[in-house]
């Protein structure tokens, strides 16, 4: 299997005080100003197996999506073309609007699926392929167990590289996320959460008051190394 191309080739608290009262005020929280987190998971497949995009910002722009941080729910998909033997598989990809002022936690469940040396990755909840969909929710309490469709066709779920990870919003202004992409003998693995197991492909996305600046990945292992064209990150928030 050819690599890609580098052509082919992350309320305010009401503040009050009533008259008279020596009551003071609740400071603002520092929740983001933007409503929505439409996150859009692209996954491609190709001679190497899955690859799972969910940032629109890699310098792999043909698989790059539409993740963004909105006033308004995103309802279609975009993800970006692909190429170099890799083409869209619509049956496992799917953008979901997740609304920040629904809940304290954006709980992102990551589950990782193993076939015979290939990886998949997915976060998304409402994907058609529903036997690999996941628990990724907003709630005002912390997931605390990883929710993760049981997988089919040959596919059985990674324990090792799959977790669940609660981001709280309600007093940060930024989620940065960090999409993390590893490569072996042609084959791809993404991981976007900061706390598996397999804590050589972890990341730093997290939640802040302050946007990242920088790309934060764990080097990887085993004949596994980091792809820096198709990894990235992205403070959504603001």
């Known amino acids: 299997m050819r690599r890609f191309s580098v052509a082919a080739a992350a309320v305010a608290g009401a503040i009050g005080l009533t008259l008279g009262s020596t009551a003071v005020a609740e400071q603002p929280r520092a929740r983001p100003a933007e409503r929505y ?15 799972t995009n969910v940032l629109p910002n890699t310098a792999n722009t043909a698989f790059n999506t539409g993740t963004n941080a909105s006033s308004t729910p995103d309802t279609a998909l975009s993800c970006g073309p692909g190429g170099g033997g890799w083409s869209p598989a619509p049956a496992n990809s799917a953008v979901k609007a997740f ?3 629904a809940g304290r936690y954006l709980n992102v469940h990551q589950c990782v699926y193993f076939s015979a040396g290939q990886h998949y990755t997915a976060v998304l909840p409402n994907t058609p392929n529903v036997n690999f969909n996941t628990g990724t929710n907003v709630s005002n309490s912390a997931d605390t167990k990883l929710n993760c469709a049981s997988g089919g066709g040959g596919w059985r779920l990674l324990l090792a590289n799959s977790a669940v990870e609660s981001f709280e919003l ?4 930024y989620l940065n996320l960090h999409q993390c ?8 693995y993404m991981g976007l959460l900061p706390n598996t197991p397999n804590a050589n492909f972890n990341t ?9 600046t920088a790309l934060s990945c764990r080097a990887g292992g085993g004949g596994w190394t980091l ?5 990235a990150y992205r403070p959504l928030g603001s």
């Not at 859009?40 to 197996?49: A, D, I, K, L, R």
Request: aromatic share 10%; glycine share 12%; hydrophobic share 25%.
């Open 170 to 173: 309600a007093d940060n202004r």
């Open 204 to 212: 730093g996305t997290n939640a802040s008051r302050t946007a990242d």
């Open 227 to 231: 792809d820096r064209s198709n990894s």
């Open 99 to 101: 609304d920040l002022t």
């Open 181 to 188: 992409v590893w490569t072996s003998s042609g084959m791809y």
């Open 37 to 51: 987190l439409n996150l859009h998971q692209c996954v491609y497949v190709g001679s190497g197996g899955h690859y």
